[in-house]
T-cell receptor
Framework: GQNIDQPTEMTATEGAIVQINCTYQTSGFNGLFWYQQHAGEAPTFLSY????GLEEKGRFSSFLSRSKGYSYLLLKELQMKDSASYLC??????????FGDGTTLTVKP | DTGVSQDPRHKITKRGQNVTFRCDPISEHNRLYWYRQTLGQGPEFLTYFQNEAQLEKSRLLSDRFSAERPKGSFSTLEIQRTEQGDSAMYLCASSFQGGDTGELFFGEGSRLTVL
């Protein structure tokens, strides 16, 4: 099975940088996703890593180390609208994605 | 294409009743997934399909839950003899297996309340 751990809550200040970590244990690893979920809404795709290294997309970057079973999502120049839950999800070779419980990020002015 | 749509958006039922949810995925997507989410938790995998074939069903899912995707397009999730513990948001997602990432596109969900 899969084991996915991420912090439950984080707080950061508008304009700052925040890093949300995710560790996982899985068999048949075939990529790691980050999704954003605002309260009362469906998750939406942010990023995907399958090889080691950093993927940058605007204010958001995601890093993966397969050997360490570790990923992080980096959010720069935080805005109030970034307050949301951030979900780490691991995809297996069979194509199924398993989610962590999410990190609730609160951005304060 | 308007994305993944789910119906109904809200369902309130009494314990012991049966409920059925419908999901219409993005038309060119060949994979369809059902997840369940409760407050403060991430989406919990229930089952998924490639075209009309059901590839996996969660071991945590009791026999009261059944899902179909008869023509490889829309899917239904039925819960028989509902229990209060079934109260949750039921999320449907679709993806294209064979694409670059296979990311999931979620519907807005069907919220079930069992009284």
């Amino acid at each position: 099975g899969q084991n996915i751990d991420q912090p439950t809550e984080m707080t950061a200040t508008e304009g700052a940088i925040v890093q949300i970590n995710c560790t996982y244990q899985t068999s048949g690893f075939n990529g790691l996703f980050w999704y954003q979920q605002h309260a009362g809404e469906a998750p939406t795709f942010l990023s995907y890593n399958v090889l080691d290294g950093l993927e940058e997309k605007g204010r958001f970057s995601s890093f993966l180390s397969r050997s360490k079973g570790y990923s992080y999502l980096l959010l720069k120049e935080l805005q109030m609208k970034d307050s949301a839950s951030y979900l780490c999800a691991v995809k297996t070779n069979a194509g199924k994605s398993t989610f962590g419980d999410g990190t609730t990020l609160t951005v304060k002015p | 294409d308007t994305g993944v749509s789910q119906d109904p958006r809200h369902k309130i039922t009494k314990r012991g009743q049966n409920v059925t949810f419908r999901c219409d995925p993005i038309s060119e997507h060949n994979r369809l997934y059902w997840y369940r989410q409760t407050l403060g938790q991430g989406p919990e995998f229930l089952t998924y399909f490639q075209n009309e074939a059901q590839l996996e069903k969660s071991r945590l899912l009791s026999d009261r839950f059944s899902a179909e995707r008869p023509k490889g397009s829309f899917s239904t999730l039925e819960i028989q003899r509902t229990e209060q513990g079934d109260s949750a948001m039921y999320l449907c997602a679709s993806s294209f297996q064979g694409g670059d990432t296979g990311e999931l596109f979620f519907g807005e969900g069907s919220r079930l309340t069992v009284l």
